[in-house]
DNA sequence: GCTTGCTGTCCATAATGTGGACAGAATTGG
DNA sequence: CCAATTCTGTCCACATTATGGACAGCAAGC
């Protein structure tokens, strides 16, 4: 039941395609081309829509750099919302004792719209750490190792779907629908996904997806290492505790509410 | 040097004004007709848009009650600005100690927009305290004691201009921008807000505002404590710690970029 | 100087968003 | 049970609004 052909509000439609891509930039922003291409929008029309933006504090620009990012007002938009989702709340204590079990960087990952977004992470005991990615990180789904296992867990007339809307946007993470595609193949097979070559060089990827309720995946597990913390033996007990993991958070959703 | 005048984005600017007003609703939401009337805009209009926002995530709809309210996608958004404001973070241990020296429950509030939002709130020792004001609480610049503060910082000609933008939304308050202006008037003369009859029956509020390094009034610091607490002789007490607390802010804000 | 790669602005045009009018659903109350 | 009232949702003719091709400025690199 996937209603959306509600007309008559182009321009707010195309504002939030335009804020979500400011949102990926983070901090630093993101130039008003980069914009135009991950919009498909015409530049006169993304400047427009983001000065507006600005006026209305929703968006704010670098001084320096030019580049636009997500303003303050956002946050504070925010505040209307105190509590928690059901997933982070249901994660939260798994998380603590899963990062105790595994000693990795754990991540978790939430599906939002055609992107991931890392909304938690907890740092292991194990000296070495990969914290290549921070909470609020926001990528195109298909391009992180989360993002593929939410793909995986997905119908593939679906993820296909998603992973053509993204396509333009792969150019900047240097890869493709095709590579995306067998990704998730392999991925779907083998139950978790696995990425070798992380995006900092020499590190390790495993990512178990997590599934609502309604049975929707909308979330993922990730284990980020050193390559050589994640041989194949470990990498066998450690999907095993993501899977574990993973499983408990699903129960404790439909517990909560 | 307000430049206001950008055009070509009614839509955007009006599906803003209706979050803004929805944010004021918080978790509960607010009907239709409410932000019909808060907006100006036609029902049509208000409808479509919020409409759209459900689709995109961006507002929620309350089963039951039928209300609106910002959705879960506002949030995710905003983790794009991890770091807090200088503001909160020039504010937290300043708040901290005046909280120990008061007793009462103690407000932060900023200025956003034609509204104020509470952004931190601290509980004293005292036994009774007044909990009445939550973070994330948003109303219409002139309704609460620190909006009035922050009204009585700035040049009338900019009060009274907010306050007659706001003069549609009063109603709901039991307020009207007479009351308002005189309120403004008094405060202006004492150095501080004082507010008799606070939101809660038989409580009393004293409100001190904090300006940003460029002089515009952002900001309040307000105490609530029941009204046989602020006694003549504490008010004055209160009052001198609160402008303290004030001051030592500004000063730290300036120190701090 | 010329090119390349940005950002910003204009304005004729038509597609977009508007809102009056109508309709259904839910609640009240006589 | 049937008005009366008050809410939400939908339609569609119309003109206001947003669009984007074309032009312009500006800085960096060659």
Redesign the interface.
């Given at each position: 039941m996937t209603?959306?052909p509600?007309q008559?509000?182009?321009?707010?439609?195309r504002?939030?395609m335009v804020?979500?891509i400011?949102?990926?930039?983070?901090?630093s922003g993101v130039p008003l081309t980069e914009v135009v291409q991950a919009t498909g929008l015409t530049r006169p029309t993304v400047h427009?829509?983001v000065?507006?933006?600005i006026?209305?504090?929703?968006v704010e620009r670098h001084e320096k750099t030019g580049r636009y990012?997500?303003?303050?007002?956002?946050?504070?938009?925010?505040?209307?919302?105190?509590?928690r989702?059901p997933l982070l709340a249901a994660a939260d204590d798994i998380l603590a004792r899963t990062s105790q079990r595994v000693g990795d960087t754990l991540f978790l990952t939430?599906r939002?719209?055609n992107d991931t977004?890392c909304?938690d992470r907890r740092i292991g005991f194990y000296p070495i750490q990969v914290l290549s990615i921070?909470?609020?990180a926001?990528r195109p789904l298909g391009v992180s190792s989360a993002g593929v296992a939410i793909l995986a867990a997905m119908p593939m007339p679906d993820a296909r779907k998603i992973v053509t809307a993204n396509e333009v946007r792969f150019a900047g993470y240097r890869t493709s629908v095709a590579t995306v595609l067998s990704q998730i193949a392999l991925a779907k097979r083998r139950g978790y996904n696995l990425r070798e070559a992380g995006l900092v060089q020499g590190t390790k990827s495993l990512s178990t997806w997590i599934k609502t309720p309604d049975r929707q995946p909308a979330a993922a597990i990730t284990v980020s290492a050193v390559r050589t913390r994640l041989g194949p033996r470990r990498e066998q007990e450690v999907a095993e505790i993501l899977l574990e993991a993973a499983l408990a958070i699903e129960k404790k959703i439909e517990s909560l509410p």
């Amino acid at each position: 039941m996937t209603t959306e052909p509600r007309q008559g509000a182009q321009a707010i439609r195309r504002a939030l395609m335009v804020l979500r891509i400011l949102a990926a930039g983070r901090e630093s922003g993101v130039p008003l081309t980069e914009v135009v291409q991950a919009t498909g929008l015409t530049r006169p029309t993304v400047h427009r829509i983001v000065h507006v933006l600005i006026e209305e504090g929703i968006v704010e620009r670098h001084e320096k750099t030019g580049r636009y990012a997500i303003g303050g007002q956002v946050p504070e938009l925010a505040l209307a919302r105190p509590s928690r989702s059901p997933l982070l709340a249901a994660a939260d204590d798994i998380l603590a004792r899963t990062s105790q079990r595994v000693g990795d960087t754990l991540f978790l990952t939430v599906r939002t719209g055609n992107d991931t977004l890392c909304v938690d992470r907890r740092i292991g005991f194990y000296p070495i750490q990969v914290l290549s990615i921070e909470v609020g990180a926001r990528r195109p789904l298909g391009v992180s190792s989360a993002g593929v296992a939410i793909l995986a867990a997905m119908p593939m007339p679906d993820a296909r779907k998603i992973v053509t809307a993204n396509e333009v946007r792969f150019a900047g993470y240097r890869t493709s629908v095709a590579t995306v595609l067998s990704q998730i193949a392999l991925a779907k097979r083998r139950g978790y996904n696995l990425r070798e070559a992380g995006l900092v060089q020499g590190t390790k990827s495993l990512s178990t997806w997590i599934k609502t309720p309604d049975r929707q995946p909308a979330a993922a597990i990730t284990v980020s290492a050193v390559r050589t913390r994640l041989g194949p033996r470990r990498e066998q007990e450690v999907a095993e505790i993501l899977l574990e993991a993973a499983l408990a958070i699903e129960k404790k959703i439909e517990s909560l509410p």
